[in-house]
Every structure is written in structure tokens, then in C-alpha cells.
């Protein structure tokens, strides 16, 4: 591999507050090849907004600068509002966290994903119904005739995610961002749903950037691991060498997962001063 | 190319051949329970005009005999007037009547009030659905441009605008609209619904100039109605525009900060599908109450703009009516607005469930 995906240098993002621009993603490096690279943090790590800033989705009064922010050899910062769009979807999309709120409410779950290859391609009526059926097939959605035709609110947690994981692939793009894809399911269909975004993601020799706080998940998911926190990168590494992880947060998380044949009595809380974290 | 929605729930099995029968009943049965709904709000909407008309402290028969009556005469009188019997007696009584459209005899017209309102009640309803169509075609708009710009001088301006509708007084700016528009630029036609020597020519129909004159072919007067009315449905027109935008814009806002906006955002979508097509489409649903409840403020008749402009509605009736102790008329007018809020409020309700997948 020549070029990675996805070329993160120095990326820093911020917001304004009352005392002052407080950033919450600072300065981070990191690429993405056509692998599956996991993001794992706490909550207020800077992992979303890390994902949002490759799409280019952080509004105003939000600001990101980066020395480098370049998908595919495009310098994404430079792009305007309107030539984002083709990037969007076509070439990079992504998964969010809960499908009671990313599915439009009032629009039939079929016309929402045939939207996304209706501004991305110039496809007949007729093969665009024809590819949103087989879609709904590869998310493994047994009726698609009849769930095309089913508002958000008729379809459970997990189809709504296999939806919206149709949704996002059916323009069929070169990387994947999937935001916490399945802290809003039930357990019982977690795995389940993520086998069908790995599956189609390694079929298609996509990129896939898993932003999650489950450590254990990306481990199992991803090929490379990187550990964030407080807006910064703390550790990266190779999924299979996770357990061999140096730094004190990343130690710190792994020591507070129990394990099914424990033998600790209490489990350790996270000692934030190890590593002058927040 | 669109995906139907099914007709059946999530739990769809194959068509069986009853199925479509017990939709028919089902719908049938919605139309019964609508029917019902209004019948019984209507009652308790006369029952409540009855006792209030009971209740205050208004003479009904001092007000037709006059305070000088002997007291036999007015005792005949309240006898005549049936207000010697119980009142569950007369208030069955008084349903009957209003129910065969006896409204009793306007004290201060000396007319039937039915008649009265059937003159009266047309004149507002012609202004205010030229106003509300006015501020439903630029308010609705202007709170989304305003949405999707939040924080931008088209944000402001349009803010101050609403602003403005909430805090100007109607009577000011009819006055002003007439001291600008018609004695000035001489653009719009003074106060009344026509002018005076077309007076009488149309006969009525409707009650509605605009139609009326339209039936009896006659487009001379058909503009110069349009001329008189558009003054005075433009200040009403102000009035729920301000609102409408308002509203519009905050529910705009509500809806643009949800996550299946970022999703279409996400997807390409162009910002002008964003907004209307992801962010407005849901809002038509609580749009429509606001409509129909600025519809309905505006059908009530407003006293202040119907004075400035001499419009000879029902505002302008009801409160004549209620400076002059004349009951019989003030309690059909307030039926008649009572009704007009019912028949609304049941429109929308009907409007929901037709646009609200999710109310079907």
C-alpha cells in the first residue's frame, strides 16, 4: 500500500466557551489504510469529534485545523460545503449511534436509503429500487420488499442499525467511520450487527474507522487499536498486542475489565494521576 | 421511484380474505367516534354558553321590557320568554332551537340572530383566510430561512419582525396601514368591505364578496372588494405571520439539531433536501396546530382591526351585541366561534394523523 486512506496529521479541533476556545481533540496523528482501525476512549475523549472532522461535519463556532487532512490524496479542509457533498456518502460515510434518532422519522426507510445513491448516482428509478432490495438483502434483512416500505418507527433497534448500515454502504464508499455503532442495541444483537458491517467492509476492501469505548469490541473488530483521551492519542497499536499495551490509561482500562474467572476482589479504579490525565 | 409504506404493521402476514372488510369497519368505525367526538364537544360547548347566559348578572328581560316595564308586564314577558321554568327544561329547550338554527331575535337589530350572523360571520371569515393564507405563505418560509441561518442578519431581521407582530398594537397599525396606503399613496381602498355606491348590487350567496361577486360575474366590484379587504387582512396577516415564523423557526431549529439531519448531511444530501426535505417534512405535523390555532384566533374576529376598518364581522357584532345587553346575540356568536374552534381543532387532528406515519 502506497498511500494510506486517510492521512491525519496534527488534526486539532475546538470549540469557544465563555473562558476561551477550549479544544477537545489535540493535535492527533493517525492514518487509515483499507484496514479496520479501532478509536477507543472515554466519553469526552475526542473520538467523535475525531470522526465528525474527517467528514467535515463540525459546524460553526466549531473550528478544526490540521497540517494534514488529506482522504485519498484530497486535502478535505480546503474542500468547499459543496464539494464535501461528493465526498460525503460516495466516498466516506458513516454509521451513528442510535436509529430511534439518525432515521428521519417521517420518511419510509426505503426511499431514506435510495436517497443516498440519488444524489451520487444518475441511476434509473427502477435500479435504484433494484439495488436498495439487494442492499436490504446484505444487511441480512430477510422481507426487503416489505421493510423498504416501513417507517423507522415499525423496524426494532437492530434492524434500524442494519439499515443504517445500508444505508451508508449502498453508494459504496471507501471508508467507513461507524460512531459507537452499537452502544444504543441490545447485547444480543451487538455482535450480530457488527459482523455484517465487518463482513461487508473486508468483501468490499473498504476502510473502516470503529469509534467505540468497548475495548474488548474493538480488540475483537479491528486490526490496529488507538487509545485516546482527554483529545489526545495515548497509545496505538496492533489489535493481537493490546494486552502488552505501555501506557498507564490503556493499562488502567485493561485492569478494570474483570474477567470470567476472576480472582481479584475488588477491581481497580482508573489512578488518573499515573499519567497526569484528566 | 418511492416505497409505498405497507399498509399492514411490522406484523404482516399474508392477506387473508376477511382483511379487507375489517379495514372498511375499522375506518368506519373512526367515523363514527369523529362524529361522536364533535357531536359531544358541541354540547358541552352549549352547555356552557347556556349557563353563562344564565349566570351573569344581565336581566334578560329587563333588557327586552326596559326598566320602566310595570311589573306585570314583565312578567308576562318572562313567561313569554319561557325563563319561569326549570332549567334543565329550557336549556333542552335551548338546544332544540339552536340545533333547528333559532338563535332567538337580536334585541339591539331587531333581526333574527341567525340572519345577523349569517351576514357577519362571512365578512371575517373572507379576512381572516386571506390573512392566515398570507401568513402562512411568508411565515412559513421566513421561519425556515431563518432556521437555517441562525445567528445571520436574515436570522435578526426576521426576528425582529416576529418580534414586532407579538408587540405592535393591531388598531396602530391599521391606522397607520390606512394613513399610508389609502390616504397617501392611494394604493389599497379605505375602511368597509366595498365601496359605497357598490353598495347592495351583489346579491348575496355565500356572504363572501370575493365569491359573490365571482357568481354574479360582476369583476368590477370583485376588485374592488379585493382592494378593501387587502389592507385589513394584510394587519391580520401580520399578526400570525409573526407567530407562524416564530414558531416555524423554533421548531426548525428543534428539528435541525437531530441526528437524521447529520445522517443526511452525511449522505450528500444537498442543504436545500437537508432542510426541507429531512428538517420541514416532520414539522408540517406540528405546524398544522399552530395554523389552525392562529386560523381560529383570527376567525374570533379581531375587534381592534374590524373597528379601524368599519368591517362589519363578528368581533364588531359580539361586542356591540355585549354593550348592549343583547344575550340572544352574544351567545350565538359565541357559538359560532365555539364551533369554529371545534371544527378546527378536529381538522388538524384529522391533517396529523394523515401526515404522522407514526399517529396512524
New interface residues.
Given amino acids: 500500500m502506497s498511500r494510506p486512506l486517510l492521512d491525519v496529521q496534527n488534526l486539532r479541533v475546538s470549540f469557544p466557551t465563555p473562558h476561551g476556545r477550549v479544544e477537545v481533540v489535540k493535535g492527533i496523528s493517525f492514518t487509515v489504510g483499507r484496514e479496520r482501525l479501532g478509536i477507543v476512549g472515554e466519553s469526552g475523549s475526542g473520538k467523535s469529534m475525531t470522526g465528525r472532522s474527517v467528514l467535515k461535519l463540525i459546524r460553526a463556532p466549531g473550528r478544526v485545523t490540521a497540517d494534514r487532512l488529506d482522504f485519498d490524496g484530497i486535502d478535505i479542509l480546503s474542500r468547499s460545503e459543496k464539494q464535501m457533498r461528493a465526498i460525503r456518502g460516495a466516498r466516506i460515510s458513516m454509521v451513528m449511534q442510535d436509529p430511534k434518532f439518525s432515521l428521519n422519522p417521517v420518511i419510509t426507510v426505503g426511499d431514506q436509503i435510495a436517497e443516498a445513491l440519488k444524489f451520487h448516482t444518475r441511476l434509473p428509478g427502477s435500479e435504484i429500487r433494484a439495488r436498495v432490495l439487494s442492499m436490504l438483502e446484505a444487511v441480512r434483512i430477510n422481507d426487503p420488499g416489505r421493510v423498504a416500505g416501513l417507517y423507522p418507527h415499525e423496524v426494532s433497534g437492530g434492524m434500524g442499525q442494519r439499515i443504517m448500515i445500508a444505508m451508508m454502504l449502498i453508494p459504496e464508499p471507501d471508508l467507513l467511520i461507524a460512531d459507537e455503532p452499537t452502544s444504543a442495541l441490545d447485547v444480543s444483537v451487538q455482535a450480530q450487527v457488527l459482523d455484517i458491517i465487518d463482513d461487508l467492509i473486508r468483501s468490499k476492501g473498504m476502510g473502516l474507522m470503529l469509534i467505540s469505548h468497548d475495548l474488548n469490541l474493538v480488540a475483537r473488530y479491528c486490526d490496529r487499536i488507538v487509545v485516546m483521551n482527554a483529545g489526545e492519542i495515548v497509545e496505538t497499536c496492533v489489535a493481537s498486542e493490546l494486552h502488552n499495551a505501555t501506557h498507564p490509561y490503556t493499562r488502567g482500562l485493561l485492569a478494570a475489565m474483570p474477567t470470567i474467572d476472576e480472582s481479584r476482589e475488588e477491581l481497580p479504579v482508573l489512578d488518573r494521576a499515573s499519567w497526569g490525565g484528566t | 421511484?418511492?416505497?409505498?409504506?405497507?399498509t399492514e404493521?411490522?406484523s404482516?402476514t399474508p392477506a387473508l380474505p376477511g382483511q379487507k372488510g375489517r379495514r372498511a369497519l375499522k375506518t368506519a368505525g373512526s367515523f363514527v367516534w369523529f362524529v361522536v367526538t364533535i357531536a359531544l364537544t358541541f354540547l358541552g360547548l352549549l352547555a356552557i354558553t347556556f349557563f353563562i347566559g344564565r349566570v351573569i348578572p344581565i336581566d334578560p328581560v329587563l333588557a327586552v321590557v326596559g326598566d320602566r316595564a310595570t311589573p306585570a308586564v314583565y312578567e308576562a314577558a318572562r313567561i313569554e320568554m319561557g325563563l319561569d321554568r326549570p332549567l334543565p327544561v329550557q336549556f333542552l329547550d335551548y338546544v332544540t332551537d339552536v340545533l333547528t338554527g333559532d338563535f332567538g331575535m337580536s334585541v339591539s337589530t331587531g333581526r333574527p340572530v341567525i340572519s345577523d350572523l349569517a351576514r357577519v360571520f362571512p365578512a371575517t371569515l373572507e379576512m381572516a383566510t386571506i390573512g392566515i393564507l398570507m401568513g402562512i405563505a411568508i411565515g412559513v418560509p421566513m421561519g425556515v430561512v431563518a432556521a437555517a441561518r441562525q445567528g445571520s442578519w436574515v436570522d435578526q431581521t426576521i426576528r425582529v419582525f416576529g418580534l414586532l407582530g407579538y408587540s405592535v398594537p393591531a388598531f396602530w397599525l391599521g391606522l397607520v396601514g390606512l394613513a399610508v396606503f389609502y390616504a397617501r399613496l392611494r394604493w389599497a381602498s379605505g375602511p368597509g368591505r366595498l365601496d359605497i355606491f357598490y353598495d347592495g348590487l351583489v346579491p348575496p350567496v355565500t356572504g363572501l364578496m370575493l365569491v359573490d361577486t365571482l357568481i354574479a360575474g360582476d369583476y368590477d366590484i370583485f376588485w374592488n372588494a379585493l382592494d378593501h379587504l387587502i389592507l385589513p387582512a394584510s394587519v391580520l396577516g401580520f399578526f400570525s405571520l409573526a407567530y407562524i415564523a416564530r414558531m416555524t423557526r423554533s421548531f426548525m431549529l428543534d428539528q435541525l439539531s437531530?441526528?437524521?439531519v447529520?445522517?443526511?448531511?452525511?449522505?450528500?444530501?444537498?442543504?436545500r433536501?437537508v432542510i426541507w426535505?429531512?428538517a420541514f417534512?416532520?414539522i408540517r405535523?406540528q405546524l398544522i396546530t399552530v395554523i389552525g390555532l392562529s386560523y381560529a384566533a383570527l376567525l374570533e374576529g379581531s375587534v381592534m382591526v374590524e373597528t379601524v376598518f368599519s368591517w362589519p364581522g363578528i368581533g364588531n357584532y359580539l361586542t356591540t351585541a355585549l354593550l348592549n345587553a343583547d344575550m340572544n346575540a352574544v351567545l350565538g356568536a359565541t357559538l359560532v366561534i365555539g364551533a369554529v374552534f371545534i371544527f378546527i381543532n378536529k381538522i388538524s387532528d384529522v391533517l396529523y394523523r394523515v401526515?404522522?406515519?407514526?399517529a396512524r
Fill in positions: 421511484m418511492s416505497f409505498e409504506p405497507t404493521p411490522a404482516a437531530q441526528e437524521f447529520t445522517t443526511a448531511r452525511v449522505k450528500g444530501v444537498p442543504e433536501v426535505r429531512h417534512y416532520p405535523i401526515l404522522d406515519p407514526r
